[in-house]
């Protein structure tokens, strides 16, 4: 199974900073990546696929890029509704894996 | 409004059989690969198993192949997970998900648009 290793595990930023989350595949998996924002006591929710697309309804300071098997979600700009643990997922091919997750908390 | 609606959770022993379900609203869940995701408590997700669009294709993690069979009904708009041989490691929100997925230049993607509010399964003596 191809894993994801997701990291910071956790970080710490302000309103206003610009923040990088990245997730590394063990081999490559094209562009076939996305991510997703989950608040505590909620489901999650899609924010990018295919590695750089926006759901409908993100925000666009939120975007994510890179190819083969390193891949990064970039929030410009942090507001307080984005704290929050951010998951990315590998759909190039099964089992499906989440990576570990990043928890954004404020400073 | 589009809406899935997870139930059958609950607290089972080990070793026990439990049966979720999942009822979608808003949209015709036969368009639909569909997916099971689980969190066990504090921790992250995991992708449990998926469906597509008739039925005839299913792929399970590691950890519940053999265990766990996914399917759906396609006329009464619903999704199932049945659990077998259940154990501690199992104990966790059960979320159902569409998957909007699609192709794209470079393949075909996933895109976990909906996503249910969740049933907890505790397995526990």
């Known amino acids: 199974a191809i894993q994801v290793t997701q990291s910071p595990s956790s970080l710490s930023a302000s309103v206003g900073d610009s923040v990088a989350i990245t997730c590394r595949a063990s081999q490559g998996i094209g562009n076939d990546l996305g991510w997703y924002q989950q608040k505590p006591g909620k489901a999650p929710k899609l924010l990018i696929y295919?590695?750089?697309t926006l759901q409908s309804g993100v925000p666009s300071r939120f975007s994510g890029s890179g190819s083969g098997t390193d891949f990064t979600l970039t929030i410009s700009s942090l507001q307080p509704e984005d704290f929050a643990t951010y998951y990315c997922l590998q759909d190039y091919n099964y089992p499906r894996m989440f990576g570990q997750g990043t928890k954004v908390e404020i400073k | 409004e589009v809406q899935l609606v997870e139930s059958g959770g609950g607290l089972v022993q080990p070793g026990g059989s439990l049966r979720l379900s999942c009822a979608a609203s808003?949209?015709?869940?036969?368009?639909?690969?569909m997916i099971w995701v689980r969190q066990a408590p504090g921790k992250g997700l995991e992708w449990v198993a998926n469906?597509?669009?008739?039925?005839?294709?299913?792929y399970y993690a590691d950890s519940v192949k053999g265990r766990f069979t996914i399917s759906r009904d396609n006329a009464k708009n619903s999704l199932h997970l049945q659990m077998n041989s259940l154990g501690a490691e199992d104990t966790a929100v059960y979320y159902c998900?569409?998957?909007?997925?699609?192709?794209?230049?470079?393949?075909?993607?996933?895109?976990?648009?909906?996503w249910g509010q969740g049933t907890m399964v505790t397995v526990s003596s």
């Open positions: 469906i597509n669009r008739d039925g005839g294709q299913k």
């Open positions: 295919a590695t750089s």
């Open positions: 998900v569409r998957d909007d997925g699609g192709r794209y230049s470079s393949g075909w993607y996933d895109a976990f648009d909906v």
């Open positions: 808003g949209f015709s869940l036969s368009a639909y690969w």
